[in-house]
């Protein structure tokens, strides 16, 4: 069974940090590996979606990485800013598309 | 394009009593699937469907939960009777298993369920 965690659970930070979001599962055999953000209140907003095969996803000041052999993704927020305040979420998907879910990272970024 | 639909955004309900969700995904998305999220948890998967078929419902509470998928368009999750523990946002997402974005997650903006 698919075990997925991430590290720090809650993290603040001031603005313009560069910030780095772990993210850990247990099986290596997986389809695709995804980021989102969840606003207080809010559904998920996809971020980044690492197919198997590839290594990096970038958008603006995102990137994520990902090594199946070691089970590690990471997310990189360059420049932080208190609009990137939510809480960050990792999925990790084998074949037949079924995500597991970590429990997140509460990210906050005062001015 | 328009996203994932979700209603009713807020339910209140006493325990025992039924309550209904709906979820209309992307057009075109052949999968299907509700989550349970609740408070200062990731989402659990309760059900995944492909098309109108049942591919995963094995942490779904069978003896008081039920989802259906007529058509293997839009989907409706009912509980009932509902526990207290059954306070949570209810997730519907969808996704696509062909072109650019395969395998890619699209969230609604989710039912909160409170039980009192």
């Known amino acids: 069974k698919q075990e997925v965690t991430q590290i720090p659970a809650a993290l603040s930070v001031p603005e313009g940090e560069n910030l780095v979001l772990n993210c850990s599962f247990t099986?290596?055999?997986?389809?695709?590996l995804q980021w989102f953000r969840q606003d207080p209140g809010k559904g998920l907003t996809s971020l980044l979606l690492?197919?198997?095969?590839?290594r990096e996803q970038t958008s603006g000041r995102l990137n994520a990485s990902l090594d199946k052999s070691s089970g590690r993704s990471t997310l990189y927020i360059a420049a932080s800013q208190p609009g990137d305040s939510a809480t960050y979420l990792c999925?990790?998907?084998?074949?037949?598309?079924?995500?597991?879910f970590g429990r997140g990272t509460s990210l906050i970024v005062h001015p | 394009e328009a996203g994932v639909a979700q209603s009713p955004r807020y339910k209140i309900i006493e325990k025992r009593q039924s309550v209904a969700f709906w979820c209309n995904p992307i057009s075109g998305h052949a999968t299907l699937y509700w989550y349970q999220q609740i408070l200062g948890q990731g989402p659990k998967l309760l059900i995944q469907f492909q098309n109108n078929g049942v591919v995963d419902d094995s942490q779904l509470p069978k003896d008081r939960f039920s989802a259906e998928r007529l058509k293997g368009v839009d989907s409706t999750l009912k509980i009932q009777p509902a526990k207290l523990e059954d306070s949570a946002v209810y997730l519907c997402a969808s996704t696509s298993s062909k072109g650019r974005e395969v395998g890619e997650l699209f969230f609604g903006e989710g039912s909160r369920l409170t039980v009192l």
């Open positions: 690492i197919q198997s095969s590839q």
């Open positions: 099986d290596s055999a997986i389809y695709n």
């Open positions: 999925a990790v998907s084998r074949g037949s598309y079924i995500p597991t």
